[in-house]
């Protein structure tokens, strides 16, 4: 069988929903930035994961951004797109939306960059197969991502 060059973000691309649950909230009824955080990371990582088809842990998050408020009873859709892969890390870019149940308006209420490591059966980063990216957006965000990633690297 042929060996599989490269995958696209499509096929790695994760959507999650939620419902804003009391516990979920500040006492004034709008969702706690590290419980969406929490979420984002979830589909992240399976967005990762798929993609590697390895374990993956988080290495970094960046750039997270709140932009509107949820509050309790909203529905939230999290989508996770990965923009490019590197040696054995990753970069995914997460944008959390919100809906009324009675709406069909949805909301960006927050986005990040999450950064996936790979990991081989010892624990030890392990390599990762290349991200094909097919649309405008897909191929803006593959050459983006060299650019994000050299600066962190600068910064650490
Ligand atoms: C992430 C981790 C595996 C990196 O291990 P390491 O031995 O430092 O790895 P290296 O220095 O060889 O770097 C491996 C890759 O990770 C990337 N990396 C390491 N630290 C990073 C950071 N803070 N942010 C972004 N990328 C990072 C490197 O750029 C490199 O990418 P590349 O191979 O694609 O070029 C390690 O730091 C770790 O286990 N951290 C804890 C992860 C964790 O517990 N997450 C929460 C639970 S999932």
Known sequence: MKKLQSRTPSQSETIKTEVVCPNDTNPMGILQGGRLVEWMDIAAAVCAQTHAGKICVTASIDEVAFR?????????????????????????????????????????????????????????????????????????????????????????
């Open 68 to 156: 509107h408020p949820a509050k309790i009873g909203d529905i939230l859709i999290i989508n996770a797109r990965i923009t490019r892969a590197f040696s054995s890390s990753m970069e995914v870019l997460v944008d959390a939306f919100a809906k009324k149940v009675t709406g069909t308006t949805k909301i960006l209420i927050s986005e990040a960059y999450f950064t996936f490591v790979a990991l081989d059966d010892m624990g030890h980063p392990a390599p990762v197969i290349p991200v094909k990216p097919v649309t405008a957006q897909q191929k803006k965000d593959y050459e983006e991502a060299i650019i994000r990633k050299s600066v962190k690297a600068k910064r650490r």
